[in-house]
Nanobody, 124 residues
Framework: QVQLVESGGGLVQAGGSLRLSCTAS????????MGWFRQAPGKEREFVAT????????YYADSVKGRFTISRDNAKNTGYLQMTSLKPEDTAVYYC?????????????????WGQGTQVTVSS
């Protein structure tokens, strides 16, 4: 497993942007697929975006497609989630996750390691 630490959350107005980072420990990060998930108060954790080990394959939830971009820099052991055109309904705790597979996946159960989460609040 790898240890993951998210950063970059905060308070932003609707229409604004934020970039979340997820820094991993361990030299095997480049072989792991990554994902971002979020959980709003009173709701279940939901899939946001995922990326394979190479960075060439990505998938997004319909609710964020066209607004969010997932990427990674394996040399820095870091993944990113660039969020633009933010909406109040994007307010949630955002978690990054890694799985011991090269393939991207939207199912949270397939992930082995999770970060502690970072709060994103979008005001209207």
């Amino acid at each position: 497993q790898v240890q993951l630490v998210e950063s970059g959350g905060g308070l932003v107005q609707a229409g604004g942007s934020l970039r979340l980072s997820c820094t991993a420990s361990g030299r095997t990060f480049s072989t792991y697929a990554m994902g971002w998930f979020r959980q709003a108060p009173g709701k279940e954790r939901e899939f946001v975006a995922t990326i394979d080990w190479s960075g060439f394959t990505t998938y997004y939830a319909d609710s964020v497609k066209g607004r969010f971009t997932i990427s990674r820099d394996n040399a820095k052991n870091t993944g990113y989630l660039q969020m633009t055109s933010l909406k109040p309904e994007d307010t949630a705790v955002y978690y990054c996750a890694a799985r011991r597979s090269s393939q991207a996946a939207s199912n949270a159960r397939l992930y082995d390691s999770w970060g502690q989460g970072t709060q994103v609040t979008v005001s209207s």
